[in-house]
């Protein structure tokens, strides 16, 4: 899939961004300036060209000189941060109604969906800016994902044990999934024909075929599973009740396998160049390093607070929500180095304006 279409699905709000569309945001902003200096009569042949291109980057908006904005989805506060990359500084705070939690870019790569649980709302955001384009009521939008091929949006409502699934193209109600307990994370099928949903209530697994609009299989798997990631043809749940992943056969959810991260492994992220599976262990405050090809353990890296959600920068560094103590973290993966900036209560989803285009290996 070509790195300047995001690819849809993604937990956490895993960043895109077009450097193409980033451009013609600042030419636009540029046209606007100078039909403004030429109302208050400024000639602009008057000047050199050189002073020219001063005058218009020293007016030019400080989002698009910057390196990029981080978007943290504070839970407990009912708001969103938004985060200077730069110099991890907050710009601003976005009110929402209750709770959001996660946060998933839109198939076209216009709109950044926020899922407030609490209040029964999802927000529209422009990815580039932040801007809250419109809102639309959405029964408990705890967790949501695009379809691979675009044509769906599940949306997982943990606090009324049900899944629905929307037409992406309208937002039209398709299906609800009665489903106990805690539907929690969803994660798809490449070809977008099944649709799995992690219930942690039951410590299941739940396999919807989206061509039936039917449940195919439930499973158990191990204690509060959370997180769930396709990969190499096989399903990968962590389990937050214990400390590590499981291995699923997609067929019937039947666990091959178990991996040992650590304590509260709590979710999944592959890395943009495909070569590092990183898990969240939220309990024991660190994340690990696995081969995705081997699903051996590489490094474990201490990151306090609960990590939670992680997206990628174009650095190679990783921004890390740390739930228990109201930050977000950036990760240097190579000399373990931790910074992190305050944010508000309960920092669970996050999305980076310029966030490094998503790897396409788990789509096989």
Not at 61 to 79: C, E, L, Y
Not at 90 to 108: A, F, K, M, Q, Y
Not at 196 to 211: I, P
Not at 298 to 316: E, K, L, M, N, S
Request: charged share 15%; proline share 8%; with cysteine.
């Amino acid at each position: 899939m070509p790195a300047t279409r995001p690819r849809p699905g993604l937990d956490c709000g895993q960043g895109w961004s077009s450097p193409g569309l980033n451009v013609l945001g600042w030419v636009a902003h540029q046209r606007r300036t100078l039909r403004w200096l030429s109302r208050i009569g400024f000639t602009m042949r008057l000047l050199p060209s050189s002073w020219i291109l001063i005058l218009l980057f020293l007016v030019a908006p400080a989002a698009a000189r910057a390196g990029g904005m981080a978007i943290v989805i504070n839970s407990g506060d009912a708001t969103l941060s938004v985060l200077d990359m730069d110099r991890g500084t907050e710009l601003r705070r976005i009110p929402v109604l209750r709770e959001p939690h996660h946060v998933v870019l839109s198939p076209n790569g216009r709109e950044l969906l926020v899922g407030d649980a609490g209040g029964n709302e999802m927000l529209f955001l422009d990815p580039h800016t932040g801007e809250v384009l419109h809102r639309m009521p959405v029964a408990d939008p705890y967790h949501l994902a695009f379809s691979p091929n675009g044509k769906w949006l599940v949306v997982t409502g943990l606090a009324r044990n049900q899944v629905d699934v929307y037409d992406a193209a309208t937002m039209a109600l398709v299906k609800r999934f009665p489903l106990g307990t805690m539907p929690s994370h969803v994660t798809y099928a490449p070809d977008s024909s099944m649709a799995y949903v992690t219930l942690q209530g039951t410590n299941k697994v739940a396999a919807l075929d989206l061509h039936r609009q039917a449940v195919s299989w439930t499973a158990e798997v191990g204690s509060t599973p959370a997180g769930i990631m396709w990969l190499n043809g096989k399903l990968l749940v962590a389990d937050m009740g214990t400390d590590f992943f499981a291995v699923l056969d997609p067929v019937d959810g039947h666990t091959e396998q178990r991996v040992h991260t650590g304590r509260g492994a709590h979710q999944l992220f592959l890395s943009p160049d495909g070569k590092t599976l990183w898990v969240n262990n939220r309990v024991d405050g660190t994340t690990t390093a696995v081969d995705p090809a081997t699903l051996s353990v590489r490094r474990t890296y201490r990151v306090p607070g609960g990590p939670d959600c992680i997206d990628f920068a174009p650095d190679g560094k990783l921004w890390i929500t740390q739930r228990f103590i109201q930050k977000v973290g950036v990760l240097d993966p190579v000399s373990g180095a931790l910074q992190s900036y305050p944010v508000g209560r309960s920092p669970h989803g996050i999305f980076l304006t310029t966030g490094a285009p998503p790897a396409t290996v788990a789509a096989r």
